[in-house]
């Protein structure tokens, strides 16, 4: 079956500027979490979606939101984009009930902010 | 918060030898996780380890949970060359209604021929 698919898979922005990524999960996952990867910080949580609903947000400011949709795809968007914000921003999808699931993870969008 | 470390975060060897990473989270978690992540890509899932005690193995990796410890492993053995990758461990906070993960710092594999 097909992974979990995001888009753009390259964005090049400018300080100041806005940006959104798509994630699309797996078919039948209901749950898409946001990370963003940068190599001063690691892998840290932005957002949990599940059936369209925030479930829990990480410690980022209030310029990165995210939605879910009612077909599981879930978008974030960074406001007033910042030099800081350049990373490889993931996406996570996962079956519910989770207990013995993983969470399978997207190629990633390379965001490069100048 | 919980916290999770990893160690060593740097780790050269020679093709043949064996190893092992390790993983200390700091409060009690129902769920760790292993990743293997080659530079450039994505995050691929190596292991789920869901109770004290658990063993999971796969090809040439073998990881295992001490949940009274805290404490996880990734074994390697007979380190070849394809397995020069950076890997990471997660863990999910207990008793959450959440799948968020905390990641380690992760160690970076170099395999040496």
């Known amino acids: 079956k097909a992974g979990v698919t995001q888009t753009p898979r390259y964005l090049i922005k400018t300080r100041g500027q806005q940006v959104t990524l798509s994630c699309s999960p797996i078919?039948?996952?209901?749950?898409v979490s946001w990370y963003q990867q940068t190599p001063g910080q690691g892998l840290q949580f932005l957002f949990e979606y599940f059936s369209e609903t925030q479930r829990n947000k990480g410690n980022f400011p209030g310029r990165f939101s995210g939605r879910q949709f009612s077909n599981s795809r879930s978008e974030m968007n960074v406001s007033t984009l910042e030099l800081g914000d350049s990373a490889l921003y993931l996406c996570?999808?996962?079956?519910?009930?989770?207990?013995?699931?993983?969470?399978?993870f997207g190629p990633g969008t390379r965001l490069l902010v100048l | 918060e919980l916290k999770v470390e990893q160690n060593p975060l740097f780790l050269s060897m020679q093709e043949g030898k064996n190893y092992t990473i390790y993983c200390n989270y700091s409060t009690t978690s129902d769920r760790l996780y292993w990743y293997r992540q080659d530079p450039g890509k994505s995050l691929e899932s190596l292991f789920v380890l869901l109770s004290n005690g658990a063993v999971k193995q796969e090809g040439r990796l073998m990881a295992s949970l001490d949940t009274k410890a805290r404490l996880s492993t990734l074994h390697i053995t007979a380190a070849v060359h394809d397995l020069s990758a950076t890997y990471f461990c997660a863990v999910i906070n207990y008793g959450g209604a959440t799948n968020k993960l905390i990641f380690g710092t992760g160690t970076l594999l170099a395999v040496q021929p």
């Open positions: 078919s039948g996952h209901r749950s």
């Open positions: 996570a999808s996962l079956l519910e009930p989770a207990f013995q699931e993983t969470q399978y």
